[in-house]
DNA sequence: GGAGATCCCTACCAATCCCATCGGAAGCGG
DNA sequence: CCGCTTCCGATGGGATTGGTAGGGATCTCC
């Protein structure tokens, strides 16, 4: 499984979105996330972070405001969005018609179905919880 | 699944040794196989195919015989070669010490295992016959 | 012991991504 | 109107990819 930087930058943006949206209290409306706050979190280049939030955004998986307290915040909800989604939109999907005719385009099918197959039932709900929990173990103080 | 030309030719090298192999009667010692000959059937540049062969050889997938009447063949039986052997000795695995505190470690082991699972569980000597199987469908004819 | 065929080795190259940076324009909120 | 922030196009170095070129080195068969 070949994972371009690019691609990872991607996938922790999406998924830092989705932790502020699942940590933000329902009361007040959400308030957009700076691309700044995401590239420090993240530890991704903040002019880079510029241009993959810009794709991110024409495929529709982000939303964003201009201005001051401006940012960017989720389309959609995040149990709504996958990780093969955001993969496959951000990754130049070359499919290059499948060459049918030769002795290994079953094993590719095989392959990219068993790829798609757990990329598919991940979504970013599950990620930001699963990652929260994880954090949870390691510094258990917090209420004591 | 990105797979770059020159691991696809490897394994286009490795199925038509395989091939070669399953088609010879087994009363007389296997003969080499030219390179120009592999080149030709695969559609690969012969020059790119020599230096990919060599790879190939230096992993223990072939050996070859020089000289007049000389080439390259299996080094094992085509039921013992599988395609996730190739593939991983072909592709410069940069296994690059998985981060194993982020959010998505999980599901990279996840999809490893998935790739490998299906790439592990075939081998050469498959592919060779379920090829030859395709092509009788469809030249039907060859001994009436 | 040649001759011819073959493997082997090093170098080179052009194109294409990949990752990133810069400079400003445009929009929004106070 | 001013500061903050996204937006957008251009640029550029570096690595990788896909391939070429050519000359040995070496083996086998006659």
């Given at each position: 499984?070949?994972i371009?930087?690019?691609?990872?930058?991607?996938?922790?943006?999406?998924?830092?979105?989705?932790?502020?949206?699942?940590?933000?209290?329902?009361?007040?409306?959400?308030?957009?996330?700076?691309?700044?706050?995401?590239?420090?979190?993240?530890?991704?280049?903040?002019?880079?972070?510029?241009?993959i939030?810009?794709?991110?955004?024409?495929?529709?998986?982000?939303?964003?405001?201009?201005?001051a307290e401006?940012?960017?915040?989720?389309?959609?909800?995040?149990?709504?969005i996958?990780?093969?989604d955001?993969?496959?939109a951000?990754?130049?999907?070359?499919?290059?018609a499948?060459?049918?005719?030769?002795?290994?385009?079953?094993?590719?099918?095989r392959?990219?179905?068993?790829?798609?197959?757990?990329?598919?039932?991940?979504?970013?709900?599950?990620?930001?919880r699963?990652w929260?929990?994880?954090?949870?173990?390691?510094v258990?103080?917090?209420?004591?």
């Amino acid at each position: 499984m070949n994972i371009s930087v690019k691609s990872e930058y991607a996938l922790k943006a999406v998924f830092d979105l989705a932790s502020q949206h699942m940590e933000h209290r329902q009361a007040s409306p959400m308030p957009p996330v700076k691309i700044a706050d995401i590239a420090k979190r993240q530890r991704i280049p903040q002019k880079f972070l510029e241009l993959i939030l810009g794709g991110l955004k024409q495929s529709g998986f982000v939303d964003s405001r201009r201005g001051a307290e401006g940012g960017y915040l989720l389309a959609r909800a995040p149990d709504a969005i996958t990780v093969g989604d955001v993969l496959r939109a951000v990754e130049n999907v070359k499919v290059a018609a499948r060459n049918n005719n030769d002795p290994f385009a079953e094993i590719w099918r095989r392959v990219d179905s068993a790829v798609s197959a757990v990329l598919d039932d991940t979504t970013f709900a599950e990620l930001a919880r699963n990652w929260q929990e994880k954090q949870a173990q390691f510094v258990p103080n917090w209420d004591i």
